[in-house]
């Protein structure tokens, strides 16, 4: 804007214009949360971004809030003129400077907009993709003693908020909501695995309804609500998991708290009908035992990415190839299987490449103990792979895992700022090196004990016996 120009205008015109101009700002603002937050959420979902460019990016997310809140009112106008529920980051950032201004009240306000506009569309993606932005938002920028301020608004929260609300809960840890929490449970909700993921994450939360969804038909939910379970120490979980060998889904929760005998089971699984979670279960599990049944899937073609993965999980080899039909193949089959989406992440789907490598390295990964990425597992090389460039929904099941199997109550969770993750993961650090708490790398445990070996040590094994 030419000054001399405003200068020959009068005081109402030249008021006028700079409210336009403060708006146009506001706006830039706002549009650049928008699109930084778009992009923290595609790199937290792939296989090429590491920590540190995802903590840049929040970095930058972090100035422009603190530069459109300092418009105050003014740019909050603005963020609820320009809030679009379609446009799930518009309302990211509306709920993120609600937050920081301590406006509570706005936030309320873009909650009943979400209830009204999932309830209502028929884009379940969307539905979703919003109510994600929003609990980011929360979880993200609302303050430390809010925790009250969200158990009340929990309370009444129709069945979309009330999963919004939920995931806030639990991963800031609040116990002070718990009790409204078991009771959102109880009612319908729009996403009840979310809900029930939110119990698990609080200490002795777990309400009889939570096992009984164990049950449920929907494997999500199911999933869910046994990984709760385990979580909070219900080791009986797995004996019902055992007996339930024709529901794929279960193939997860069993590796992630099963003890030595399970990889017979998760073998069974990885040759059945819908073998997937199960080959990814043996890569989460990690006894070298079950190498030769991933290679063998790998061959078959159908679940080479599952397969691939339960690899990488053990042995830690990518085995990146430069051939372009291998590649083409991958991004073929992730358009339907993404959470097993390969695309960017350097892991060969090729059986030849990988028993090739096996033959000159499998020799050092010994039998009957739990290997993480080439290493021994423990909780310290664990608490590593959480630090890695891996997608969202691996170091959500691996944090999962570190709590079921080594007992550690924490408020981790890998979408969390970069700053608080580290935070976290250090604290645990400094706790795991205290002398009273000796773990034995390569180990299975439960809840910081032991895993019980089970009824059965032996494996079967391509028809052969193998002794564990």
Known sequence: MNVRLVETCSDDQRHRWRHVVGQEVYREHLRMVGELYDLRQRWLCGWEATLDDLAEVEARIDGQLRAFGCGGDGALGVALMEAVPEDSWSFYALVALACRLHRFAIVRVALSEVEVYCEAST????????????????????????????????????????????????????????????????????????????????????????????????????????????????????????????AP??????????????????????????????????????????????VEQLRTGAHAEAAALGLFMITGARLKTEDDAEHE???????????TALDGSGI???????????????????????YRLGRLAGPHTDLEVLSMGLPLWLR???????????????????????VQQR??????????????????DGEWYL???????????EWKDAGRRVKA
């Open 123 to 246: 884009d379940e993606r969307a539905a979703a993709s919003l109510r994600q932005a929003v609990a980011d938002a929360l979880v993200h920028h609302l303050a430390s003693d809010a925790a009250e301020l969200v158990a009340e608004a929990l309370r009444d929260a129709g069945p979309h908020v009330a999963s919004v609300l939920a995931t806030c809960v639990g991963a800031r840890g609040w116990i002070r909501a718990a009790d409204e929490l078991r009771e959102a449970a109880g009612r319908a909700c729009a996403d009840r695995a979310a809900v029930l993921r939110a119990l698990g994450q609080l200490p002795g939360t777990v309400p009889g309804a939570v096992l009984a969804e164990v049950r449920c038909g929907d494997p999500v939910v199911a999933q869910a609500a046994a990984v709760a379970a385990l979580r909070c120490g219900e080791a009986s979980v797995l004996d019902r998991l055992a007996r339930r060998k024709r």
């Open 249 to 294: 889904w279960a193939a997860l929760p069993v590796a992630m708290g099963g003890g030595p005998a399970t990889g017979a089971w998760l073998m069974e699984a990885a040759r059945g009908e819908e073998p997937a979670q199960a080959l990814l279960g043996l890569g989460v599990f990690g006894d070298p035992r079950g190498l030769e049944v991933l």
């Open 329 to 339: 193949a991958i991004v073929e089959r992730a358009c339907d299987r993404a959470w």
């Open 348 to 370: 060969s789907i090729d059986p030849v490449v990988w028993e090739r490598w096996l033959a000159e390295h499998g020799e050092r990964l010994r039998p009957g103990q739990r």
């Open 396 to 418: 959500r099941c691996l944090a999962d895992e570190f709590v079921i199997r080594y007992g550690v109550q924490w408020s981790y969770e890998p979408d969390l700022p970069v």
């Open 423 to 440: 935070e976290i993961i250090e604290q645990v650090r400094s706790r795991l090196d205290d002398p009273r708490m000796r773990f034995v």
């Open 447 to 457: 809840h910081g004990r032991l895993a019980p070996v089970g009824e059965s040590v």
